[in-house]
């Protein structure tokens, strides 16, 4: 999917892009690759490959849900930026909140919004635990965003204390598990979640599936979650 290809495709979605968010997405696949040759941000690198499964496949988070394009969205583990930065171009007045424990990451992050032009992101070196029991940032944001970081049963005690009452989890996986979601359901209730569906699509070069796990935060979290840095990974609530 090339550059022009992307710009099509979305607009056959719904979604119109201009001249400034199409050359926001260029300098992006520009920094990505010039960045990655110092430090490991991906292992796609060819251009018609980060705009088919970076940027299209981190775009269709607002296609498979109906995102309001002013919430705070709040991504954990976000990488080089997937999926809140192409949704922060496409959606210019969404609130970006990006948290990941690799300071390198953060400092990419911080050239790339930069030179983008972005308004509306902060960025933030800590750990996802830690983050979640900062009272800043504890049930304050409308989404969180999860992508690849870790299996269900993780993530939800990592990014639902995060979610205020009402809002939303969206994890966002390459392929369907139901075990992954069964292993789940424990963590999703203890963190005050329900698990709400199950979308799946394709992308639109290759086929590839894609999943997105919708879960609504309806209660509170309780103070004790998340627990210490790295316990959610070794002692997952079962």
Not at 111 to 125: I, K, S, W
Not at 196 to 214: K, N, Q, W
Request: with cysteine; net charge neutral.
């Amino acid at each position: 999917m090339l550059p022009e290809e992307f710009r099509l495709r979305l607009e056959a979605d719904g979604i119109q892009l201009d001249d400034r968010q199409m050359a926001q997405f260029a300098d992006y696949f520009r920094l990505l690759v010039e960045w990655n040759e110092k430090m490991n941000l991906t292992a796609i690198t060819e251009e018609k490959e980060v705009y088919l499964k970076h940027f299209y496949d981190s775009v269709m988070l607002a296609l498979a849900v109906r995102l309001d394009p002013t919430a705070s969205i709040c991504d954990v583990g976000a990488g080089a930026g997937f999926p809140s930065i192409p949704l922060k171009i496409v959606f210019p007045e969404l609130q970006v909140t990006i948290v990941d424990s690799l300071n390198k990451r953060i400092t990419f992050l911080t050239h790339l919004a930069e030179t983008l032009g972005l308004t509306g992101v902060r960025l933030y070196h800590d750990r996802a635990e830690t983050f979640g029991q900062n009272k800043a940032f504890r049930e304050s944001f409308d989404y969180v965003t999860a992508r690849a970081v870790a299996r269900l049963n993780v993530l939800a005690e990592l990014c639902l204390p995060l979610v205020k009452k009402d809002g939303f989890f969206f994890a966002l996986k390459a392929a369907k598990s139901d075990e992954e979601l069964a292993e789940a359901k424990p963590a999703i209730a203890a963190m005050g979640g329900k698990f709400m569906e199950e979308i799946a699509m394709s992308l639109p070069v290759g086929g590839d599936e894609r999943h997105f796990l919708v879960i609504q935060k309806k209660k509170e979290t309780p103070k004790k979650y998340p627990r210490k840095p790295g316990l959610p990974n070794k002692q997952p609530i079962k």
